[in-house]
């Protein structure tokens, strides 16, 4: 092999971790947001958790947040809106990407 062989796996390696670990983050930070709002719907313990999951799961449906701020606005109807709930995923974000590493 050559080093720029070598380079590239390596570059591909970073990528491939990179992807995996924005991911990771995206569904901690949805997780979040899940549990946020089912304190605002009153949910607790296992009803909490398991709500957080159906978040969690709709972001599967498309690219980007919209998905999940679909879900959410409709959840939480006249206690949220959409961009409070934007503005809640952009602060849940830092804090799930800082959960991540401390796991790490």
Same mark, same amino acid.
């Given at each position: 092999?050559t080093?720029?062989?070598?380079?590239?796996? *390596?570059?591909?390696?970073?990528?491939?971790?990179?992807e995996?670990?924005?991911?990771? *983050?995206?569904?901690?930070?949805?997780?979040?947001?899940g549990?946020?709002?089912a304190?605002?719907?009153?949910?607790?313990?296992?009803?909490?958790?398991?709500? *957080?999951?159906?978040?969690?799961?709709?972001?599967?449906?498309?690219?980007?947040?919209?998905?999940?701020?679909?879900?959410?606005?409709?959840?939480?109807?006249?206690?949220?809106?959409?961009?409070?709930?934007?503005?809640?995923?952009?602060?849940?974000?830092?804090?799930?990407?800082?959960?991540?590493?401390?796991?790490?």
């Amino acid at each position: 092999m050559t080093t720029f062989d070598d380079r590239e796996k *390596a570059f591909e390696a970073k990528y491939a971790h990179d992807e995996e670990m924005q991911f990771r *983050a995206e569904a901690r930070r949805n997780k979040l947001a899940g549990l946020w709002a089912a304190d605002l719907l009153g949910k607790t313990g296992d009803e909490a958790t398991a709500y *957080a999951m159906t978040i969690v799961e709709s972001d599967f449906e498309e690219a980007g947040v919209e998905d999940v701020v679909r879900k959410l606005a409709a959840d939480l109807g006249d206690k949220s809106t959409a961009d409070t709930i934007r503005a809640k995923l952009a602060e849940l974000l830092p804090v799930a990407k800082a959960q991540l590493m401390s796991e790490a």
